[in-house]
């Protein structure tokens, strides 16, 4: 099943393109205290980190910063239009 958000953005695809583009993410919370994201992984090292609100939120984030952190990745050249 895809999950559009309310501007018709495909965020499961998002996602995919992520993990099939080699992009490490990471997403975690802990009950109410908002979503953890990070673009990196603990073994290079975290490239960069937020706490965000929403699930939409964190997608879109991982988005921008993949295009912005990899721009000659062929995630960037999809969603670079985004940023």
């Known amino acids: 099943m895809s999950t559009l958000d309310r501007g018709g953005i495909d965020i499961e695809a998002i996602l995919s393109d992520l993990y099939e583009s080699e992009i490490n993410v990471s997403m975690s919370w802990f009950w109410d205290g ?11 090292g975290y490239r960069a980190e937020s706490k965000v609100d929403t699930v939409a939120q964190a997608v879109f984030w991982l988005r921008d910063q993949a295009c912005t952190l990899y721009p000659d990745s062929k ?9």
């Open 34 to 44: 908002g979503i953890d994201v990070k673009i990196g992984d603990p073994l290079n």
């Open 75 to 83: 995630f960037a050249r999809k969603y670079g239009g985004f940023v």
